[in-house]
């Protein structure tokens, strides 16, 4: 964690909070730690192995003295429809920043319009240039499931 954590130089969205030093605390006992287990994760469609694995990391928890509680989580249904009008939105604005004015590839167009629409018809794959991507439309659906 310690590697990753904190600033990164290449990355404008990164932060700059102070990184805790995590090697410290990776030798404390987690007795009397409370665990919540989100119910709604262990549903239909869970990998075999993969229960059985949770479950037995979920027993070592207990036997080193962590409280473990069953917790609701009961939007979890909504998580990936959330994260795909969460991610389109958050790609459509941090795209825009290679728009040909200032950064990226530039193709000259009969309009800025047509200057937008041929730079990012040539500079960015198919999936980029789904009409989503840069519908200003995505970004209401995008705050709103932010707060739910």
């Known amino acids: 964690m310690q590697v990753i954590a904190g600033r990164d130089a290449n990355d404008s969205t990164s932060t700059t909070a102070p990184v805790p ?33 949770v479950e037995a990391g979920i027993e070592v928890l207990r036997k080193l003295g962590c ?7 009961p939007h979890t249904d909504y998580a990936i429809a959330v994260y795909y009008i969460i ?3 958050e790609a459509s604005s941090n795209l825009a920043r290679y728009d040909g004015v200032r950064y990226g590839l530039r193709v000259d167009g009969d309009s800025l319009l047509g200057m937008y629409r041929k730079t990012r018809g040539a500079g960015f794959g198919a999936e980029v240039n789904a009409e989503s991507y840069w519908e200003p439309t995505c970004f209401l659906p995008a705050t709103t499931m932010r707060i739910i």
């Open 21 to 53: 030093d995590y090697r410290s605390e990776a030798g404390k006992p987690v007795k009397g730690l409370r665990v919540g287990i989100p119910k709604e994760y262990f549903g239909e469609g869970m990998d075999p192995e993969v229960r059985k694995k």
């Open 67 to 73: 409280e473990i509680r069953e917790i609701r989580m």
């Open 87 to 89: 991610a389109t939105a």
